[in-house]
Nanobody, 111 residues
Framework: VQLVESGGGLVQPGGSLRLSCAASGFTFSNSDVSWYRQAPGKEREWVASITSTDRSRYYSSSVKGRFTISRDNNQSTVFLQMNKLKPADTALYSC?????WGQGTQVTVSL
């Protein structure tokens, strides 16, 4: 199993980023996938989840209305579109399938 995140970077407050999580080694189209984040000195926090068929999407209250999770089963990839970013969104963002984690991609929101 491999999960590889990309798309992080430095962005100004109010800006946008699109993260990707490319999956391999399991039947992606049958799998629910989630995004988490961890800021320095804080516990890891759940951000969003998407079901295998994209029937349902779930968001934490801190990102609902600003972030959108989506997936492309043909590419075995899950995306996280992040808009109206705030300094409080600064964290290492990782995707998760069952007990498997990617290495994460860093998002920094700062002037």
């Amino acid at each position: 199993v491999q999960l590889v995140e990309s798309g992080g970077g430095l962005v100004q407050p109010g800006g946008s980023l699109r993260l990707s999580c490319a999956a391999s080694g399991f039947t992606f189209s049958n799998s629910d996938v989630s995004w988490y984040r961890q800021a320095p000195g804080k516990e890891r926090e759940w951000v969003a989840s998407i079901t295998s068929t994209d029937r349902s999407r779930y968001y934490s209250s801190s990102v609902k209305g600003r972030f959108t999770i989506s997936r492309d089963n043909n590419q075995s990839t899950v995306f996280l579109q992040m808009n109206k970013l705030k300094p409080a969104d600064t964290a290492l963002y990782s995707c998760k399938w069952k007990g498997n984690w990617g290495q994460g991609t860093q998002v920094t929101v700062s002037l």
